[in-house]
C-alpha cells in the first residue's frame, strides 16, 4: 500500500504538512460559525430597547473558574505534546490525562451552571440574551467535548501508534492541541461577550 504523502513531512507548496493544513482549513470554516453567531448577538443586542444586566443573570465567578481550567488546560495540552517530541511517553500520558480531567471538570461547571438556570426557569425561550447565552456556550461545549473524546483516543487506543511509528503518532496529538487551543480561544471570546460586557 502507498503512503499518503506529507503525513510527517512538510509539503514545499504550503509550508506544511498535510494534516496541520487539514486543520487550519477545518478551523477557518470553524470561526465563520463562531463568527456569524457572534454577528447575529452584535446585531440583536445593538438593536435591542432594552438588554439585561448579564454579569446579573450569568455567574460571573464560576465562569471566570472555567476560564482558568480552560487556560490550564491548554497549557497540559502543549505539553503533552512537548513531551512527545522529546521522547517521553508516561510525562505524556500523565499530561493529556491532566487535560481530559480540566476539560471534564470545564462540563461538569457548565452542566451545574446550565441546570440552575433551568432550576429558576430561565432557559432559551426566555429572552434573546438567553437564547444567544445557550446557543454559543452549547455550539462550544459540543466542540469541547469533541476535542475531549479526540484527546481521549490519542491517550487510550490510538497511543499504540507511538510503538510503530512514533513520529506520525506526535504530528496526530499536535494537531488535537491546535483544535484544543482554538477550542479554548473560543471560549476567552465567548467568556468577555457573554459575562463581562
Request: glycine share 8%.
Amino acid at each position: 500500500m502507498t503512503a499518503i504523502p506529507y503525513t510527517t513531512d512538510v509539503r514545499p507548496d504550503t509550508g506544511v504538512t498535510n494534516p496541520k493544513l487539514g486543520m487550519w482549513l477545518f478551523l477557518a470554516s470553524e470561526v465563520m460559525l463562531f463568527g456569524s453567531l457572534l454577528s447575529a448577538y452584535v446585531l440583536l443586542r445593538s438593536g435591542a430597547l432594552t438588554w439585561p444586566d448579564q454579569s446579573a443573570v450569568l455567574s460571573v465567578p464560576l465562569a471566570t473558574v472555567n476560564t482558568v481550567i480552560l487556560i490550564a488546560s491548554s497549557v497540559t495540552m502543549l505539553r503533552a505534546w512537548t513531551a512527545l517530541t522529546a521522547g517521553n511517553m508516561r510525562q505524556y500520558r500523565v499530561r493529556m490525562g491532566v487535560t481530559l480531567v480540566l476539560g471534564a471538570v470545564f462540563l461538569a461547571i457548565k452542566t451545574f451552571e446550565y441546570s440552575d438556570k433551568f432550576a429558576h426557569g430561565l432557559g432559551p425561550a426566555t429572552d434573546n440574551f438567553l437564547g444567544l447565552y445557550f446557543v454559543l456556550t452549547g455550539v462550544h461545549v459540543l466542540h469541547l467535548a469533541g476535542g475531549m473524546l479526540v484527546n481521549a483516543f490519542l491517550l487510550g487506543p490510538g497511543a499504540r501508534m507511538w510503538r510503530s511509528d512514533p513520529r506520525r503518532f506526535t504530528q496526530r496529538v499536535e494537531v488535537a492541541a491546535i483544535y484544543w487551543h482554538f477550542v479554548d480561544a473560543v471560549w476567552l471570546v465567548l467568556f468577555v461577550v457573554l459575562y463581562l460586557l
